[in-house]
């Protein structure tokens, strides 16, 4: 059986839930070029709440639902209570803020009982049958799942914030904040609603990884890290880099785990390689691939 | 003796010409202005000059020195400095220490002088300080002295720029629309900086501005560009009375401009 | 003659050399002595385990310093400072266990490794920027571990022991290693502050803030931007590279955890809590973390002790989290910048006191 | 008319009965950062579909004064301590800016500030996120003010001239359907011949849409040319106003403001041979 | 008068591997308490202290200093790899005995390992025991090790590959894999291409239960048999991996929660049911080897007697052995040290997971004989 085709296939599936995690990022970095360091732990929450949710006898895809609902609420407040007050204040200070969240959030979830220990969805029915089998590499029914909701979210998201009068009026007040409060933008509901949108993209993107890998909090907060080269590579303020940037980090993982492993002693060159090429791609495109390039005239 | 010549400058964004085929030269020791519809090309211009951008085509020289290929600061080591149109200023910065900033080349002592801080690079900190405090005085900037940048008022903004690019003690002054954002009494205060530093100082001066007052009363030479190209030069009377720079910039003679309009609904 | 030694109000400058001073008054430099006598007699009034956690403050502070020159003062977001304090950290180790030489030749030594190699990671700043800049940063954070986990040179990121350290017959044991740790570090940071003070009131401090505010105009002031970026890393890197030396013989050993990702974030914490770009920053910020952490301890122990609530909810161990997080979120939320902001305040006040405007 | 201090009884449409269609601003005081006070109690008034012009020296308050009225103060850490601003009956002097903006009275900012990144067209369609009306209407409406801006529809608004930009900006304000427009400044680095362009456009719009406008210059020439009625601002108050055509004759605004010396000639910038003492109403 | 003796553990309740160690934390904080309600030390009082290090080595270092330098602890029970690691040069200056939770074989080891002792048998020898395994059934197969990208991990590869040299096996690739690898298609397929049919892990669970749950979906399970040592299995493993986990094969030294016979496990029953722990705490493998821990170092301050010290305690854990080993019941043979051997309980067992995810013994308690022979301790 040829390696190749099933590196790129596994590449492409763990990279759509890259990208899908990414998303969130993006969509708070588009509107208000913070940088939420708290959002692998709005996955965990997320993904925790939809768990939780089916403990107590609730159906998977109700209970995911749900789940987004609760985490878009949660995305608002935490605007609302912590960030509205950072609006002006710099940006690397609003950073840290959402550093000291993800700390927050931690140890919120160590109050309930599933802050330590791991746990593991009740596949549902329609996820646990027969998968298909692409270039000989059975994919299972959750995966194929996951990479379907990622692009219809992914692509859902580049509609609006092309075509939608809201999702320009979000990159413009990323543009520019005083600007948009001057034609009557109120910032702050822009802000509120990338908040809870990332909140809902994060509960999808946390019961999709819950279904494939588990649940604990390290594991579904970590990704939060994981998501940085991805925006990064595909640039911070672009939905489809996102897509392409996951896609490429996921593969880049695969072919190195696939190829390098096997020479370097030791292997692992999963975790570096990606970040090599990374370095390498920035330094011929300093926006990533899709970043819309700092416009600086003198 | 240093003078500025631009030859045939070509400069390229993506298919579209900013600059086409541009030659001028300014001599020692004048005011030459250019002036020209906005977008014409005349802040690319600078940007060429200065090392901001590099011209796709041509040669920019200023005496020996080649500029067509020099970064920014490699150009202000040769003498020219700038004052920027859109405000480039260190807005957290007070309005000295912006001009502090600009005297970097003219303190030489070493990075470990400056660890010990003690002896040589402490003198030469005091000396600076007060040569910076005479621009200060100079350009009547006493009363926002310590403020920061970005609070100050445009106007005044634009004030700190000329003042910063002189204290870069350059042989060659670039100035990018003064006087934007100023009424009458403040040109004429600005205008009193420019000839001043001109005549009492002997340096250079490119002046970009849109105040035909202004420009066709302190320059000794004018340049007028359209859409990248230049389309007149020569004495203000010359270049006033041509009737392609009425058509593109003015729509009424610039003698006529200069003259008072009579004012009413 | 001074209107008055003790206080600046009313005191004229006549001399710009005078607007140099950093302790400009008598008052200020009397406060100085105290401060020193206070310092040197820290170690005989605090107990030992509260000496342990000002060494830890101080190396953290020399680090926060490096940090503050790079992020705070040059605007070059840098995730990766654990790991500049690792490259010294395994420096000084080196140079200490296989070539043998003492400490005080293995410390700074660990600093220059660590400005090579961050002058070399600095590279990518010649091109991008900002957050685009935090990756290579966090990049070099990763492979660096990954890095030391394979060299066996390295014991794959297992420990590497140091040699005890004497001075003037005085031997580095359990019972006064905090002490004795106390008394070297602590000249060590006076001295990197005293240095970083210097460069900052020269153009070479002001080259780095001008790259912050605005690299084009820094350009047109005839500031390489590169050079001063690099600079800035060469520098910062440095002084991570002798908090990483000193942290090497402080823990005894050198471990791959002890200059992991976390610990970069958590540097960055003290960075911007302390306020960014800023000197009495760079001690408080490391002081409130640690001091916050401890406290947070003690807190969640006692409640633990409790057992005041249900089982199931692992209140000790999600407090301290829980309350280090929000600390911070709140602290920033009304003083975004930092607490070197107060120290400010209460500086100013002092200046014009006795009068309030 | 005299100077010293300004006088109402001296411009009768002023003191009559308060339109409550007129945009009036009460003896407002602002403070940045709680102790930098910048205006001293300004009060002005817009008259509905009257075109007024603010004049004044650099860091007079001028562009202080349009953010207390547009509400735009606050993310300068701006306050307004004393006074209020009233528009159509409401009090807008306690709204934020986007509730303003609601209100009728939007700001088209000092510089300009387009959206960079967007294209011209998404700059006009993130001015129509009140919804007021469809958008693809009022699109068509701004091109015909600025044909130009069609032409560019698509190119990235931070690549346009300086013309190009403060057209867009206007435009830009206009698709929010205001009832007061606020210029700050908007001959700003402008070449002659876009000056007179755009203060037709306005003067048009303000013709056919009934727009009441108060524009910020430097350019008093232009400004006062082109509006009803007109104040001079000094030191945060206002120490002058009259009919516009009135004050351009007023000899103080014509040496400081148009530069004409007492015998209507153009003084010459070169002959400019002292200093002068700047004149004081304070 | 009642003496005061402070029991004292420092690790990981917050931070990474706290899943391991909340529960490790628990067993010992709850046999400590026990040993008090039961009066088990006459005359002492004991002073149950567990303190969260966050996996932070300064921490524990600090924890170190305080238990040692101010509350005067005979014996530190510690956590991680990396902190034992580096406080191996303090232990030896200050004599303090010490029981860790990572069964390194590197911190018995010289230098300095005069006063560590390991509770159960060691990573290395889990893995040498799981390669005889193999060896019996299928001579000369093919095996793959996936480690931890940590000291941690890596520990027993250097061990593992002597001894699969000496019983015929090729160790064909050895792999870090971490906490944050999600996909492991491409390892697989790798081993797979390279006929590997034994993948022995030296991880934590996280990492394995997404190893087991590719290898199900690329249909590899029944190809591949994935084993692992002491922390890869158990409750963990079954909770995470779920159905992928079944046929694991897993090497430690405890008795699992469903072996109710045993004395020991009794009384983590009964311990855990008296302070109200969590039925997942309880039947945790962690929990049961933190009240091993706790009860070795009570059993230690037991047979010191009147000298509660460092000294004494060492004394009284070099003591365990032949007729005085100590045999607490939580382990499958009795814990032994002495001044030679400084690890307790070496028998070990391998267990397989079922289809509920219960691990049933495959083999009886022994020890591993080629470890001897690759890594003679002393
Ligand atoms: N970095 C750039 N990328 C693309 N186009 C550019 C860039 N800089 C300038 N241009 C274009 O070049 C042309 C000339 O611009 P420039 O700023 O030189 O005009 P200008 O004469 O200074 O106008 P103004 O009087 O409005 O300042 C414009 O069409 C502008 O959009
Ligand atoms: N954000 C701010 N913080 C502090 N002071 C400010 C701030 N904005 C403006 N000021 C001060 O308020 C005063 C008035 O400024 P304003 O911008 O209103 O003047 P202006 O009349 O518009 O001047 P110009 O014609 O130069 O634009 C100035 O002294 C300025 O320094
Ligand atoms: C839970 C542990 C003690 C194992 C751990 N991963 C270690 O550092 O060795
Ligand atoms: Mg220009
Ligand atoms: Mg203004």
Redesign the pocket.
């Known amino acids: 059986m040829d390696l190749l085709p099933q590196l790129l296939l596994a590449g492409i599936v763990i990279g759509s839930i890259y990208a899908l995690a990414a998303l969130g990022f993006v969509l708070i970095y588009k509107s208000s070029r913070v940088i939420n360091f708290a959002h692998g732990q709005i996955i965990a929450t997320g993904a925790f709440i939809a768990f939780a949710l089916t403990q107590r006898g609730l159906n998977f895809w109700l209970a995911g639902l749900i789940a987004m609902l609760a985490t878009f609420l949660l995305g608002m407040l935490i605007e609302r209570v912590f960030l509205r007050r950072m609006v002006g204040e710099p940006i690397i200070a609003v950073i840290m803020v959402t550093i000291g969240l993800s700390s927050v959030i931690d140890g919120l979830i160590h109050l309930t009982p599933y802050g330590a220990g791991s746990f593991s969805f009740q596949t549902p029915a329609v996820l646990s049958g027969q998968g298909i089998e692409v270039f000989g590499t059975p994919l299972s029914r959750t995966q194929i799942a996951g990479v379907l909701a990622a692009l219809g979210l992914l692509g859902a998201f580049t509609y609006f914030f092309n075509k939608s009068t809201l999702g320009i009026t979000m990159r413009a007040v990323a543009d520019d904040q005083m600007a948009a409060m001057s034609v009557g933008t109120s910032v702050e509901r822009v802000f509120a609603l990338a908040w809870a949108a990332a909140g809902l993209t994060a509960a999808a993107a946390g019961v999709i990884l819950g279904l494939m890998s588990g649940l604990t909090l390290g594991g579904l907060a970590g990704i939060g890290l994981k998501v940085f080269p991805v925006v990064i590579l595909g640039g911070l303020d672009s939905v489809i880099g996102a897509i392409v940037g996951g896609m490429l980090i996921g593969i880049l993982e695969n072919l190195s785990a696939g190829y390098l492993d096997a020479i370097v002693p030791g292997g692992g060159t999963r975790e570096v390689f990606p970040f090599i090429v990374l370095i390498a791609v920035l330094l011929i495109r300093p926006y990533g691939l899709f970043g819309t390039k700092e416009i600086e ?1 003198v | 003796m240093p003078q500025l010549h631009v030859e045939n400058v070509t400069l390229t ?2 298919g ?1 010409n ?1 600059l086409t085929d541009v030659s001028l030269t300014v001599p020692e020791g004048e005011i030459v202005s250019i002036i ?10 600078l ?1 060429c000059i200065s090392g901001f951008y590099h011209p796709t085509r041509g040669r920019i020289t200023f005496g020996e020195h080649d500029l067509s290929r020099a970064a920014p600061n490699v150009v202000t080591g040769y003498g020219i400095a700038r004052a920027f ?1 859109n405000l480039e200023l260190f807005r957290g910065l007070s309005v000295v220490e912006n001009l502090l900033l600009a005297r970097h080349t003219h303190l030489r002592y070493s990075l470990l002088d400056s660890l010990v801080f003690y002896g040589r690079a402490s003198r030469r900190e005091a000396e600076n300080r007060a040569y910076v405090e005479r621009i200060v005085d100079f350009m009547e900037l006493e009363p926002h002295r310590t403020h920061p940048v970005g609070t100050l008022s445009y106007g005044i903004q634009k004030r700190v720029e000329v003042a910063r690019a002189l204290t870069l003690a350059p042989r060659l002054l670039l100035l990018d ?1 003064p006087m934007a954002g100023m009424n009458v009494e403040e040109k004429e205060d600005m205008v009193r900086f420019i000839l001043d530093i001109q005549r009492e100082q002997g340096i250079t001066v490119v002046l ?1 501005e ?1 105040d035909l007052g202004v420009v066709m009363d302190i320059s000794d030479r004018v340049y007028v ?1 359209d859409f ?1 190209q230049r389309i007149a030069g020569g004495t203000p009377a010359e270049v006033g009375c041509d009737p392609r720079v009425i058509e593109a910039y003015t729509g009424v003679a610039a003698a006529e401009a200069a003259q008072p309009q009579a004012v009413g609904a | 003659m001074p209107a008055s030694r003790f206080t600046q109000t009313g005191n004229y400058r006549t001399r710009y050399a005078q607007d140099q001073t950093i302790f400009a008054t008598s008052a200020e430099q009397l406060s100085l002595i105290v401060l020193v006598l206070v310092l040197l007699a820290l170690p005989l009034l605090l107990p030992k385990t509260l000496l342990r956690d000002v060494n830890l403050i101080m190396i953290y502070a020399v680090a926060v310093i490096g940090l503050n020159v790079t992020t705070g003062y040059t605007g070059l977001i840098n995730i990766g400072q654990a790991a500049f304090m690792g490259v010294g950290a395994y420096a000084t180790a080196l140079a200490a266990t296989r070539l043998n030489l003492p400490f005080f030749v293995a410390i700074p030594l660990g600093g220059v490794a660590a400005a090579l190699i961050g002058t070399f990671v600095g590279l990518p700043s010649l091109r991008l920027k900002y957050l685009y800049l935090a990756v290579a940063t966090l990049a070099f954070q990763i492979i660096f571990e990954w890095t030391v986990g394979h060299l066996p040179l390295l014991q794959q990121g297992g420990a590497i022991s140091l040699p005890a350290v004497q001075v003037f017959g005085i031997r580095d044991t359990f019972l006064n290693h905090n002490r004795f740790w106390y008394y070297l570090i602590l000249p060590v940071l006076v001295l990197m502050a005293l240095l970083w003070r210097n460069v900052l009131r020269t153009k070479y401090g002001r080259a780095l803030i001008a790259v912050r505010d605005n690299d084009r105009a820094a350009a047109a002031m005839g500031i390489h931007p590169g050079v001063a970026k690099l600079t800035a890393f060469l520098l910062g890197s440095f002084y991570a590279g002798v908090a990483g030396g000193l942290f090497a013989y402080f823990q005894k050993a050198v471990v791959i955890e002890d200059y992991g990702l976390h610990i970069s974030v958590q540097l960055l914490a003290m960075a911007i809590v302390g306020g960014l770009g800023s000197l009495p920053g760079a001690f408080l910020g490391p002081l409130f973390i640690v001091a916050l952490d401890r406290g947070m301890e003690v807190l969640s122990q006692w409640l633990g002790g409790q057992n005041l609530f249900p089982e199931g909810v692992d209140v000790a161990t999600a407090l301290r989290p829980l309350a280090f997080g929000l600390t911070i979120v709140l602290f920033l939320m009304f003083e975004p910048r930092g607490l070197a902001n107060w120290w400010r305040l209460s500086r100013m006040y002092f200046k014009k006191w006795p009068y309030k405007f | 008319m005299t100077l010293a201090t300004p006088q109402p009884a001296a411009a009768p449409p002023v003191t009559a009965a308060p339109n409550p269609a007129d945009l009036t601003v009460n003896n407002v005081e602002v403070v940045y950062h709680d102790i930098i006070q910048v205006l001293r109690g300004v009060s002005l008034t817009v008259r509905a579909g009257s075109v007024t012009a603010l004049l004044g020296t650099n860091g007079a308050g001028k562009t202080t004064t349009l953010r207390a009225i547009s509400g735009l103060l606050k993310p300068e850490n701006g306050k307004i301590r004393e006074g209020t601003v009233t528009f159509g009956g409401r009090v807008l002097s306690a709204l934020p800016g986007s509730e303003v903006v609601k209100a009728g009275v939007v700001q088209v900012p000092e510089g300009r500030r387009v959206f960079k990144h967007l294209s011209v067209e998404e700059n006009l369609r993130a001015g129509a996120i009140l919804g007021r009306g469809d958008w693809r209407n009022d699109l068509e409406r701004i091109y015909t003010y600025f044909p130009k801006l069609r032409m560019l529809r698509s190119r990235q608004a931070g ?5 190009e930009q403060q057209m867009l900006a206007i435009g830009r304000a206009l698709m929010a359907h205001p009832k007061v427009l606020l210029l700050d400044e908007p001959s700003l ?3 002659p011949l876009l000056v007179q362009e755009i203060f037709a456009n306005v003067r048009r719009i303000n013709r056919e849409e009934g727009l009441g406008v108060l524009v910020v210059e430097q350019n008093a020439n232009v400004a006062l040319r082109n509006s009803d009625y007109g104040y001079v601002m000094e030191g945060g108050r206002i120490v002058l106003e009259g009919e516009s055509a009135a004050l351009a004759s007023n000899p103080d605004v014509k040496e400081f403001y148009l530069g004409v010396t007492e015998h209507g000639q153009r003084k010459s910038f070169r002959d400019v041979k002292s200093y002068k003492r700047r004149k004081r109403w304070m | 008068a009642q003496k005061t003796v402070t029991l004292a553990w420092s690790g990981a309740i917050t931070g990474p591997t706290s899943d391991a160690g909340a529960s490790y934390a628990a067993g010992v904080e709850d046999y400590c308490k026990y040993a008090n309600a039961q009066n088990m030390l006459p005359g002492v009082r004991l002073n149950c202290v567990v303190r969260d290090d966050q996996y932070n080595n300064a921490n524990t270092q600090r924890n170190f200093e305080d238990f040692v330098g101010n509350l005067n602890t005979p014996i530190f029970l510690s956590y991680s790899t990396g902190s034992n690691l580096q406080l191996k040069g303090v232990i030896e200056e200050t004599k303090v005995p010490t029981l860790p939770a990572s069964y390194h074989i590197g911190l018995i080891d010289a230098p300095n390992n005069s006063y560590m002792f390991l509770p159960v048998s060691s990573y290395s020898e889990n893995i040498v025991a799981l390669l005889e395994y193999v060896a019996k059934k299928d001579r000369g197969a093919k095996v793959a090790l996936v480690v931890n990208p940590s000291p941690f991990g890596r520990d027993p590869v250097v061990d593992a590959r002597k001894a699969a040299d000496r019983l015929g096996l090729k160790i064909v690739d050895v792999q870090e894999v971490g906490g944050n690898n999600l996909d492991n298609a491409a390892m697989l397929r790798r081993f797979e291409s390279q006929g590997v049919k034994y993948v022995i892990n030296q991880n934590t669970a996280g990492p394995v239960a997404n190893i087991l749950k590719d290898a199900k979906r690329l249909g590899l399970l029944g190809k591949m048999q994935f084993m692992g040592a002491h922390y890869t299995g158990g409750e963990d493993l079954t909770k995470l991996a779920g159905d992928a986990a079944e046929n694991f094969i897993w090497a430690t030294s405890y008795y699992m929660y469903d072996e109710g016979d045993r004395p020991g496990i009794q009384l983590v029953k009964k311990i855990g049911a008296q302070y109200g722990r969590k039925a997942d705490t309880i039947r945790s493998v962690h929990y049961t080897s933190g009240m091993l821990a706790a009860a070795i170092a009570v059993e230690a301050m037991k047979r010191a007697k009147t000298d509660i010290s460092a000294a004494g305690l060492y004394k009284g854990l070099t003591s365990m052995n032949g007729s005085r080993a100590f045999n607490p019941g939580f382990t499958v043979g009795p814990v032994t040290f002495s001044t030679k051997d400084h690890v307790g309980a070496e028998s070990l067992r391998l267990l397989q997971a079922d289809k509920t995810g219960n691990f049933k013994a495959i083999t009886g308690g022994q020890r591993s004989q080629m470890f001897q022979l690759v890594h003679p301790l002393r």
């Open positions: 005239r | 964004f993506g579209l900013a020209g519809p906005n977008g014409a090309g005349k802040t690319s211009l940007n149109q629309e970009i849109h560009l990248g | 690549y346009t001239s300086g013309g680095g402008l070449a």
